[in-house]
């Protein structure tokens, strides 16, 4: 089982961090964090053995306004681009140039430019098509080629054009995709549609156990648990909201906020809670129940009142890849069928827990169980339905 770092803001030495304790295993780096310069710095100076990837993110340049950031400096960047902007030799330029700078990088695959598709029969799952073939035509370095997908969330919910995207993607020659979902609300959440969950597995069932391709799917966090027991080969995550699920919050101009509430990722609990649930579990005598077995938590054990403990932004981090590493372990299994009912049966203790919990915390609607409802309704939807 395979953590990626979701590169981002704020890394400082988290990454490296990360690597020493063996919580990751590669990352995704990201453009509109880091100067060129820097980017190409960065790569360099990992381990040989650790997977380093880019996402190009041109869809970016389809935003009407993004927030002042590195992107802009990067050769793949353009402004305020429509399907309309997307001529052939437009695409072929976007291509061309993209596979030429990732060329020169320190990188492990080569991953495809393209845009989120927000309608599996609109325009600009067109040009993400167009993208695709493009790529494919052009290429011809030694490295490996993932392509792209970025996909709404919404659109998974079609159901019918789902298995006709899977038509069309399992009849391309390359070693793998890159996965992206991009989640319908802006706020962190477990939560999915349950159709669009059981799409998703669909998905990925179908190109990385069915089909036999790489799938790296980013900005995964606790769903990896399910992403992993269909196959997935790595899911990517990072150190806040953002970087942990994919939206377009992160792109677009800052507006006034507050600071975010500290969280702590449970393994027992398949979540990640606020730090202030945590202190009201560990008056009730149970936060042993919760606990996630990482190096981090001696601090949580020994403490009379969790909510006073330190809990900086690099340790929550680092934590945090423990955590997805040990949930990514649970869906074991010699066979798709045992790395499912793995599943449901973490899936099922963690309801079981949540009901223990019930008199001790008002947990919010974020942090409680709703989001493991979702997931045994996609997933045995899922089931069913590949008869697996």
Known sequence: MTIFAQHGWGKGDKIESGINNGSISGVIASPCNETPTNLENFLAGLP????????????????????????????QSCRNLTPASFSPAEIQRLVSTTLDWQSHLDVTAIVSPTVVIDDLAGQWALVASMFAQETIARYDQEKPLLLSLV?????????????????ELTGFDVDGFYLVVKRTSDSYSQRYEPQALTSLLHLCYSLAELNQYRVIAG????????????GVEATGSGWYGTLRQFSDRRFLPATPSRRARDRYSSVPLLNSILITELDSIHAGGLIADVLSGTAYDARFLGANNPENVAWPQDEAALHHWCVLEAIAGLAAGNSSSARL?????????????YTRLANLVPFSTETGANHLDDWLEGLDRFRTEAAV
């Open 219 to 230: 900005y995964t966090d606790m769903a990896t648990l399910l992403m992993h027991a269909v």
């Open 151 to 167: 996909v709404d969330e919404a659109a998974l919910r079609q159901e019918r054009l789902v298995h006709q995207w899977l038509d």
């Open 48 to 75: 040989p053995d650790f997977e380093r990837l880019v996402d190009p993110q041109l869809y970016i340049s389809t935003l009407p306004e993004r927030r002042n950031n590195q992107f802009r400096k990067y050769p």
């Open 341 to 353: 009912d793995a599943v449901r049966g973490a899936i099922l203790q963690a309801q079981f827990l």
